[in-house]
Nanobody, 119 residues
Framework: QVQLVESGGGLVQAGGSLRLSCTAS????????MGWFRQGPGEQRDLVAT????????KYADSVKGRFTISRDSANMTVYLQMNSLKPEDTAVYYC????????????WGQGTQVTVSS
C-alpha cells in the first residue's frame, strides 16, 4: 500500500502564495504518476495538476495554468504544488493522489489539506 502525507495548507490573502508538499511511502515502486486534486464545499473533487513519475509530463486544469506549478523530488518521493496569485475560488481541500501501475488511475489518496484564500 501507498501512504500519502500532505502538508503546507493554510490561510492566505488573495494574491498570495502557498506551497503544498506530499510525501509518498510504502509500496512506491509501482507509482507512475502523482497529482493534486481539490474539492470545494458541495463540489466534486477535480484535478488540479499531475506529473508523471519521470517528471517529463505535467498537466494542469485550465483554471490554474500560469499560476500553479507541480514538481517532484523523485529521490524523496515528494511532489510539490507551488500556488501563486491565489484567488478566493482556489479555496478547497487539496488532496494528493498517486497513480499505481496496477490500476492506471489516481486512486491512492492523502488525507487532504485545507487551503483558504480570503478576499
Amino acid at each position: 500500500q501507498v501512504q500519502l502525507v500532505e502538508s503546507g495548507g493554510g490561510l492566505v490573502q488573495a494574491g498570495g502564495s502557498l506551497r503544498l508538499s506530499c510525501t509518498a511511502s510504502g509500496s512506491t515502486h509501482g507509482i507512475t504518476g502523482m497529482g493534486w486534486f481539490r474539492q470545494g464545499p458541495g463540489e466534486q473533487r477535480d484535478l488540479v495538476a499531475t506529473i508523471t513519475a519521470n517528471g517529463r509530463t505535467t498537466k494542469y486544469a485550465d483554471s490554474v495554468k500560469g499560476r500553479f506549478t507541480i514538481s517532484r523530488d523523485s529521490a524523496n518521493m515528494t511532489v510539490y504544488l507551488q500556488m501563486n496569485s491565489l484567488k478566493p475560488e482556489d479555496t478547497a481541500v487539496y488532496y494528493c493522489a498517486a497513480r499505481p501501475v496496477i490500476t492506471g488511475k489516481f486512486d491512492r489518496w492523502g488525507q487532504g489539506t485545507q487551503v483558504t484564500v480570503s478576499s
